[in-house]
C-alpha cells in the first residue's frame, strides 16, 4: 500500500529535476530488505507519471540482495530477512545490503 | 473532498483537527520544490550544467540524442530532511516523543489513556493522533483532559513528516513535556517514515501471536521499546511468551521488552520508570 506514496515521491523528484526536459528511463536501486516491492513501484508507475515529464518512461528496477555482516564474528552472510542467526551463533547482525531505496539515474530527451 | 470536514481541499493529503479549538488544516505534499532545491545543486551539477548551457537550448538538442543524469538520491529523503527539523523543534523545546506503533487493535489508545491519567501529576502530555479516518481516538484522549490533535491520513496507511509537522503546528507542546503520536495503526509502512521522534515503541498484543515479530520484522528492527500488552489474558491464550521475546531479539536484540496490562495495571511501573528516564 505505501508504494503508492513512495512512487509519488519518485515521480516528484524526477519531475522537479526534469525541468523542461522530457524522461525516457528512469533507473531505481531497490533492495530486497527495504519493505519495497518493486513489482507494486511497477504497477503504480504508470499511474503517477500520468500528466508529468516521466509520461511513458521505461521503469529499469535494479534489485539488492540482502547482506548481513555479524556483530560478534565479522562474519558476512546473505540475508533474506532482517533477522538471521550467524555461525557463531549470534543473532546480532547488522544489514550492510539490502535496504535501498534509490533513484539512480534518468535519461532524459 | 474533505470527508471530516466537508471542504473541497482535493489534494490535500491529511487533514489535521485540533480537538482545543476544532480548526482543521489540510497538509498538502506541495513543498517539494522548496525542500529540494539544495540538494538538485550538489547532486547534478557535474552532469546537468556541463553538458547542456541552458534551458532555452535543451530543445535544439532534444532531438540529437538523449542524456544520462545521475541522481543517486534516495526516495525518502524529501521525508528524512522534514523529520530532521521536527527532531531540532523537539530538542529545541527538551520534548521528549514517542512514536507508538503497533497493528490495529494492539491497545494503543487505552495504554495511552492509561498512562496519562497516572502520570499527568508528575508530567505534561500533548497527544498526536494518527488514524485514516475519524476522531474516534482523539476523542478518547481529550477525556484525559490533556492537549490532543488527530492527523486523519485519508488513504495513507501511515503518518509522515510533513503530516506530523503540520500537527504540531495545532498542538503547540509545552517545554519539558512527553509528546505521544500514535501512528495510524499497520505494522509495516510507520517503520520506514521517520517522524523525528526520539524513538519507537512497538505494542504487540498477545492475542495477536508470538510470531508477529520475524513475520514483520521491518517494525520490531526500528523500535527500542517492546511492550508486550495484554498479559492479563494469557491465562486463556496459548502464546509462548518466551518463543515471542526470542524472535523478537532476533530481529533486534538490543530490544527493551516490557510485559504489561493496560486495563489491569501489569508492569505499567516499569514502562512509567522507562519515560521518567527518558524525558
Known sequence: MHELGITQNIVAIATEKAGSQKVIRLKLQIGALSAIVPDAIRFCFDICADGTPLKGATLEIEEVAGRGKCNMCGAEMPLSLLAGICECGSYDIRCVAGQELLIREMEVV | ?279
Open chain 2, 1 to 279: 473532498m474533505c470527508a471530516t470536514c466537508g471542504c473541497g481541499e482535493e489534494d490535500a493529503k491529511a487533514t489535521v483537527i485540533n480537538m482545543q479549538t476544532g480548526k482543521h488544516v489540510h497538509v498538502h505534499a506541495d513543498h517539494i520544490h522548496q525542500h529540494s532545491h539544495e540538494h538538485s545543486h550538489e547532486h547534478s551539477h557535474d552532469h546537468t550544467h556541463e553538458h547542456s548551457h541552458n534551458h532555452s537550448h535543451e530543445h535544439e538538442h532534444a532531438h540529437q540524442g538523449s542524456r544520462t543524469i545521475t541522481l543517486e538520491e534516495k526516495i525518502l529523503a524529501k521525508n528524512d530532511r522534514l523529520a530532521e527539523r521536527n527532531r531540532g523543534y523537539f530538542e529545541a523545546l527538551n520534548v521528549l516523543a514517542i512514536n507508538l506503533v503497533s497493528a490495529p487493535g494492539s491497545g494503543k489508545t487505552t495504554l495511552l489513556e492509561r498512562t496519562i491519567n497516572d502520570l499527568k501529576s508528575q508530567m505534561q502530555f500533548s497527544v498526536i493522533e494518527g488514524d485514516q479516518a475519524t476522531v474516534n481516538d482523539a476523542e478518547r484522549i481529550k477525556t484525559t483532559g490533556v492537549k490532543v490533535v488527530q492527523i486523519n491520513t485519508g488513504a495513507g496507511c501511515h503518518l509522515d513528516a510533513e503530516m506530523l509537522a503540520g500537527g504540531l503546528k495545532q498542538l503547540d507542546p509545552q517545554k519539558n513535556s512527553i509528546v505521544m503520536i500514535e501512528n495510524v495503526g499497520n505494522l509495516v509502512c510507520p517503520a520506514l517514515f521517520d517522524l523525528g521522534e526520539k524513538c519507537k515503541v512497538a505494542v504487540l498484543s498477545v492475542t495477536e501471536g508470538e510470531d508477529k515479530p520475524i513475520k514483520y520484522p521491518h517494525m520490531f528492527r526500528a523500535a527500542e521499546v517492546l511492550l508486550l500488552n495484554k498479559v492479563d489474558l494469557l491465562p486463556y491464550l496459548e502464546f509462548d511468551m518466551e518463543a515471542c521475546k526470542k524472535y523478537a531479539l532476533s530481529v533486534n536484540p538490543g530490544l527493551k521488552i516490557i510485559e504489561i496490562s493496560a486495563t489491569k495495571g501489569n508492569g505499567l511501573s516499569v514502562w512509567y520508570q522507562w519515560l521518567k528516564d527518558n524525558l
